[in-house]
């Protein structure tokens, strides 16, 4: 465990920060995370079914209905104090990277400019056969079956990772070199399950960083931490810049 205050110094005391976020930064803006979205009408389709190439080649209409209620949902909300927070941090500290595992774009929507996406974006697409990209948003986001590529046979989806699909080369590249020379990590609403986004904080402690943990409940990642905070990062977030 620890304090704000605590966090505070050594936020004070670091160079080059990097942040890592998961779903639960957005959380307090409506998004639902991965845990919590497998709920109510979703709740009997287990998350290989809904995020992997073999659950789009089974049954491309379910997958595609659960992007498009999940795309819908991120462009019903806003990005909530902690998302501003993230972005006045890159405005203000120079070497500041952020890295996130979340596929909405509240990061950019509350001002963040750089931002790493590791496992895609819900609002991009491409054909999973030919892999050309398509515009930003399909025609009909209602349709029960994911429309077809003009160019081949195959069938459009959203530009996020899956379960079994390798993470954006060049993305990773990034955030491996920021990791690699930060010397503070804050890890803020990820449930550290998910590899090789999980692995990332583990290579950040090993160069020598630092490490905050920003998360209501413990997990995996804790045991890593210098400082855990335990509360939500819509709160933790803007208690930690100083007041100017
Ligand atoms: P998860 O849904 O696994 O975990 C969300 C985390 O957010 C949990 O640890 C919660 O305790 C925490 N949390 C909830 N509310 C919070 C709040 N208000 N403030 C801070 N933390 C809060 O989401 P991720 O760790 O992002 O992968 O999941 C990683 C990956 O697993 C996702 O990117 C996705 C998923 O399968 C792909 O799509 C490839």
Not at 139 to 163: I, K, N, T
Not at 176 to 191: K, P
Not at 212 to 229: F, K, R, T, W, Y
């Amino acid at each position: 465990m620890g304090t704000v205050e605590t966090a505070q110094k050594l936020l004070g005391a670091a160079q080059r920060v990097v942040c890592l976020t998961g779903a639960g930064v957005s959380a307090e803006s409506g998004v639902p995370t991965f845990r919590d979205a497998q709920t109510g009408l979703w709740a009997r389709y287990n998350p290989e079914r809904l995020a992997s190439p073999q659950g789009f080649a089974e049954d491309p209409g379910l997958v595609w209905r659960w992007y498009m209620q999940r795309l819908a949902k991120v462009e019903a909300a806003q990005p909530n104090p902690g998302h501003l927070t993230l972005a006045k941090m890159e405005r203000g500290w120079p070497g500041f990277r952020l890295i996130t595992q979340n596929v909405d774009d509240l990061h950019e929507r509350a001002g963040s400019q750089a931002v790493i996406h590791l496992h895609g974006r819900i609002a991009h697409f491409h054909c999973q056969r030919c892999k050309r990209a398509y515009g930003l948003q399909p025609e009909d986001p209602s349709a029960p079956q994911p429309p077809g590529c003009g160019h081949c046979r195959g069938l459009v989806r959203p530009s996020v990772v899956w379960f079994g699909e390798m993470l954006p080369a060049e993305e990773l590249h990034r955030a491996m070199e920021a990791i690699s020379t930060c010397d503070l990590l804050l890890v803020v609403g990820t449930s550290g399950l998910v590899y090789p986004a999980a692995q990332l904080p583990h290579l950040a402690k090993r160069a020598g960083a630092r490490l905050i943990e920003i998360n209501p409940q413990p997990g995996p990642l804790s045991d890593l931490a210098d400082v855990c905070l335990r509360g939500n990062s819509g709160e933790l977030l803007p208690a930690l810049l100083p007041i100017a």
